[in-house]
């Protein structure tokens, strides 16, 4: 069964840097992988999705990347901002989607 | 364009009441419908999916329920609640033919079980 995993599971850094989480997948038989955000007590919104046969995806100030040979992906926030701040998740998906534990972001301003 | 509405937005339930969670979907037809379920201080849980009228599949056996009497349609019950029940409730959909592998998720159901 696929299992995903988020390092760190909590990060808090100061408002301007640059930053990185990190999704890891077991099975590398996926068909993409999503990004998620959720806000306290709201639902999920999508951010960025990388198909299986993509490398990276850009929008905004985020970049994601796949490499799905290591089951791998990371979430790249250049210039983060108060508004940053979220609960970050990661889904790999097939005919279901399994997600991450997330990763819970603070950005001090 | 997809639009998933979830009602209630909160809701606080005894234990040992019954439970009925809605969710409908507009701007697709024949998608793949999901219940999902995050406990306090955890992740997502997939409940149910359903890739048609009829057909849902559990994931979790526990005291809920899922039943899809319409295309757009999904709702998720409950006989008896549990103390365990509470948590945000998701329904999402994937697909359509606009957004293929891409998931939708609605603004979620708060319950809280006392």
């Known amino acids: 069964k696929q299992e995903v995993t988020q390092i760190p599971a909590a990060l808090s850094v100061p408002e301007g840097e640059n930053l990185v989480l990190n999704c890891s997948f077991t099975?590398?038989?996926?068909?993409?992988l999503q990004w998620f955000r959720q806000d306290p007590g709201k639902g999920l919104t999508s951010l960025l999705l990388?198909?299986?046969?993509?490398r990276e995806q850009t929008s905004g100030r985020l970049n994601a990347s796949l490499d799905k040979s290591s089951g791998r992906s990371t979430l790249y926030i250049a210039a983060s901002q108060p508004g940053d701040s979220a609960t970050y998740l990661c889904?790999?998906?097939?005919?279901?989607?399994?997600f991450g534990t997330g990763t819970s972001l603070t950005v001090i301003p | 364009s997809q639009t998933i509405h979830q009602w209630p937005a909160t809701l606080v339930q005894p234990v040992g009441s019954p439970l009925s969670l809605e969710c409908t979907v507009e701007?697709?037809?024949?998608?793949?419908l999901y219940w999902y379920r995050q406990a306090a201080g955890r992740g997502l849980q997939l409940l149910f999916y359903?890739?048609?009228?009829?057909?849902i599949s559990s994931e979790v056996p526990q005291n809920l329920s899922a039943s899809r009497p319409q295309d757009r349609q999904f709702i998720l019950s409950s006989k008896k609640l549990l103390l365990s029940d509470s948590g945000f409730y998701l329904c999402?959909?994937?697909?359509?033919?606009?957004?293929?592998?891409?998931?939708?998720f609605g603004a979620g159901t708060r319950l809280s079980v006392l």
């Open positions: 999402a959909l994937q697909g359509g033919h606009l957004a293929k592998n891409i998931q939708y």
């Open positions: 359903s890739v048609g009228i009829g057909q």
């Open positions: 889904a790999v998906t097939g005919n279901q989607f399994y």
């Open positions: 099975d590398s038989a996926i068909y993409n």
């Open positions: 990388i198909q299986s046969s993509q």
């Open positions: 701007g697709t037809s024949n998608p793949n």
